[in-house]
């Protein structure tokens, strides 16, 4: 049997998955990862621990390969996306540890930046907002700190350039690459001539020259090295490079103008594709490059844009709730406790741990829990984090829904669902019914690891076209909007009113 490989190095754990052509995952091989957390509001993660365990997952799904017969045509890379790594070219040493998306500690200097008026120039050249989130600030930080005597063989890059300049050879035969939908996430790449913007990188002191080459999201990228355990993947092309969300949109098969996903993981992340053209983003959300075919985008368009909201907690407040307050013994529990709960009655959870993402921005904003009355217990708690969910994704998707409306005339009308959470259906209704729109999950919510799989096969040359890959996307489950629309309206506007009170809550010094 061919097969495609994905790596799929997320926040919290690494992932070696093997699909068929049919999009079917046969064998997983994973790895969980440590966070650090040195300082309130930094969030830091080992780089060699990263890579290790890739390499991991790689030795363990090359046994398994051999054993079953399978033949790896092609290896696909995906990736937590505005985490920066710096790293020793000369070495391949990391010279600090990797900075991942949801450290916060460079929330002054996004002041400073707004302050200098750069607000608009990063906004019309890379789509994005300024914030701590995206990488450019984390890369000035550790050139900053991260050394005091800095190699010149020193670089910089997100997880996907560090892992394929170690897939591809390392110190000796290493490509240092990244791809537009990662690049797009550094507050540094403009998306209109897709390439690093010299103005943002002069104004804030990065040398273009420490930052990767950017390379279409598949075709011959480089090949796997025989210093990477696992026979059968030596001399086997890595042939797509995907950040994870757009892998997910991806795999999602929404290729077309209008298409929408939510991907519930660690945090949530809504994306609609607005096609080959960018799309103003409103206040709150950002524009993104969702994928560059390159030269195997015969038939199809080349560069595809999406409109994103970046949510940046949802799954980690369920694990919160297990292992912060005991509230469940496991993540699976949360479906049914909260579905033994007649109602919130009044309560809502606001869980700003990291600050506020979309559409909100706000650095400064923490946590709260709003509305506690006697009669809230264990089964209150659990649906109000639910309900959390499903009222973040719609403050995204109300924006979405307006600006597709004004600026392409599209209406959405689908809402595709993915990641761990998404197989809670009570979660379902409830972002049915906030959404007011159709909710529908796949037979396969691994939808991240079989983007970037599909990804690569086309770089591969397996797939020729978009089309032939439509049977990897199956429904599974469809909600339809239920509750009464002025009763959702109403439980939306308490949230409203929640999250308002944890708006503003930290001022960072400097």
């Given at each position: 049997?061919?097969?495609?490989?994905?790596?799929d190095?997320?926040?919290?754990?690494?992932?070696?998955?093997?699909?068929?052509?049919?999009?079917?995952?046969?064998?997983?091989?994973?790895?969980?990862?440590?966070r650090?957390?040195?300082?309130?509001?930094?969030?830091?993660?080992?780089?060699?621990?990263?890579?290790?365990?890739?390499?991991?997952?790689?030795?363990?799904?090359?046994?398994?390969?051999?054993?079953?017969?399978?033949?790896?045509?092609?290896?696909?890379?995906?990736?937590?996306?505005?985490?920066?790594?710096?790293?020793d070219?000369?070495?391949?040493?990391?010279?600090?540890?990797?900075?991942?998306?949801?450290?916060?500690?460079?929330?002054?200097?996004?002041?400073?930046?707004?302050?200098?008026?750069?607000?608009?120039?990063?906004?019309?050249?890379?789509?994005?907002?300024?914030?701590?989130?995206?990488?450019?600030?984390?890369?000035?930080?550790?050139?900053?700190?991260?050394?005091?005597?800095?190699?010149?063989?020193?670089?910089?890059?997100?997880?996907?350039?560090?892992?394929?300049?170690?897939?591809?050879?390392?110190?000796?035969?290493?490509v240092?690459?990244?791809?537009?939908?990662?690049?797009?996430?550094?507050?540094?790449?403009?998306?209109?001539?897709?390439?690093?913007?010299e103005?943002?990188?002069?104004?804030?002191?990065i040398?273009?020259?420490?930052?990767?080459?950017?390379?279409?999201?598949?075709?011959?990228?480089?090949?796997?090295?025989?210093?990477v355990?696992?026979?059968?993947?030596?001399?086997?092309?890595?042939?797509?490079?995907l950040?994870?969300?757009?892998?997910?949109?991806?795999?999602?098969?929404?290729?077309?103008?209008?298409?929408?996903k939510?991907?519930?993981?660690?945090?949530?992340?809504?994306?609609?594709?607005?096609?080959p053209?960018?799309?103003?983003?409103?206040?709150?959300?950002?524009?993104?490059?969702?994928?560059?075919?390159?030269?195997?985008?015969?038939?199809?368009?080349?560069?595809?844009?999406?409109?994103?909201?970046?949510?940046?907690?949802?799954?980690?407040?369920?694990?919160?709730?297990?292992?912060?307050?005991?509230i469940?013994?496991?993540?699976?529990?949360?479906?049914?406790?909260a579905a033994?709960?007649?109602?919130?009655?009044?309560?809502?959870?606001?869980?700003?741990?990291?600050?506020?993402?979309?559409?909100?921005?706000?650095?400064?904003?923490?946590?709260?829990?709003?509305?506690?009355?006697?009669?809230?217990?264990?089964?209150?708690?659990?649906?109000a984090?639910?309900?959390?969910?499903?009222?973040?994704?719609?403050?995204?998707?109300?924006?979405?829904?307006r600006?597709?409306?004004?600026?392409?005339?599209?209406?959405?009308?689908e809402?595709?669902?993915?990641?761990?959470?998404?197989?809670?259906?009570?979660?379902?209704?409830?972002?049915?019914?906030?959404?007011?729109?159709?909710?529908?999950?796949p037979?396969?919510?691994?939808?991240?690891?079989?983007?970037?799989?599909?990804?690569?096969?086309?770089?591969?040359?397996?797939?020729?076209?978009?089309?032939?890959?439509?049977?990897?996307?199956?429904?599974?489950v469809?909600?339809?909007?239920?509750?009464?629309?002025?009763?959702?309206?109403?439980?939306?506007?308490?949230?409203?009113?929640?999250?308002?009170?944890?708006?503003?809550?930290?001022?960072?010094?400097?």
């Open positions: 049997m061919d097969i495609i490989l994905a790596i190095a997320g926040t919290t754990g690494v992932r070696t998955v093997a699909c068929d052509l049919s999009g079917r995952i046969q064998a997983v091989h994973y790895r969980e990862i440590t650090h957390f040195p300082q309130p509001g930094w969030v830091e993660q080992s780089a060699d621990e990263i890579r290790d365990l890739v390499f991991a997952t790689l030795h363990d799904m090359s046994d398994e390969c051999l054993e079953k017969g399978y033949r790896v045509a092609s290896v696909g890379l995906t990736n937590q996306r505005e985490t920066v790594v710096c790293w070219r000369d070495t391949g040493k990391p010279l600090h540890r990797a900075i991942v998306w949801q450290d916060r500690r460079t929330a002054a200097m996004c002041n400073h930046m707004r302050e200098a008026g750069m607000e608009d120039l990063v906004r019309d050249a890379t789509g994005l907002v300024i914030d701590p989130y995206f990488s450019a600030t984390k890369i000035k930080w550790l050139l900053d700190n991260a050394t005091d005597d800095p190699p010149p063989g020193m670089v910089f890059g997100t997880v996907d350039s560090f892992l394929a300049w170690n897939l591809t050879g390392g110190v000796s035969t290493g240092l690459v990244t791809d537009p939908s990662n690049a797009c996430r550094t507050m540094l790449f403009d998306i209109h001539k897709l390439e690093w913007s103005q943002i990188c002069d104004a804030m002191g040398d273009i020259k420490l930052l990767p080459i950017v390379m279409p999201s598949c075709g011959e990228i480089g090949t796997i090295s025989r210093d355990p696992g026979d059968c993947i030596h001399g086997v092309r890595l042939a797509g490079i950040g994870d969300q757009q892998s997910a949109l991806f795999g999602q098969a929404c290729w077309t103008a209008g298409m929408a939510v991907t519930y993981g660690t945090g949530s992340f809504v994306l609609v594709n607005t096609g053209e960018v799309v103003a983003a409103p206040d709150g959300l950002v524009a993104s490059i969702a994928w560059d075919l390159g030269s195997r985008s015969t038939g199809d368009a080349r560069v595809s844009y999406t409109l994103e909201g970046s949510i940046f907690s949802t799954g980690a407040t369920i694990q919160w709730l297990r292992d912060g307050l005991g469940i013994r496991e993540s699976s529990e949360i479906g049914p406790l033994s709960a007649t109602g919130s009655n009044g309560l809502y959870i606001v869980p700003a741990f990291s600050g506020l993402g979309s559409p909100w921005w706000d650095p400064h904003a923490r946590a709260c829990i709003i509305g506690i009355s006697e009669g809230v217990g264990r089964k209150e708690l659990a649906r984090t639910l309900e959390s969910i499903a009222f973040q994704v719609r403050d995204c998707m109300d924006e979405m829904t600006t597709m409306a004004d600026q392409s005339g599209i209406m959405l009308k809402l595709r669902v993915d990641g761990g959470v998404s197989v809670v259906d009570n979660l379902l209704q409830m972002q049915a019914d906030q959404v007011g729109m159709t909710v529908t999950r037979r396969n919510v691994e939808t991240t690891a079989v983007g970037v799989a599909l990804m690569a096969a086309l770089g591969a040359g397996v797939f020729t076209r978009l089309d032939d890959m439509i049977t990897a996307w199956q429904m599974d469809t909600m339809q909007p239920e509750q009464d629309r002025s009763a959702a309206d109403m439980a939306y506007q308490g949230w409203i009113r929640a999250l308002e009170k944890s708006r503003g809550w930290v001022v960072y010094a400097g």
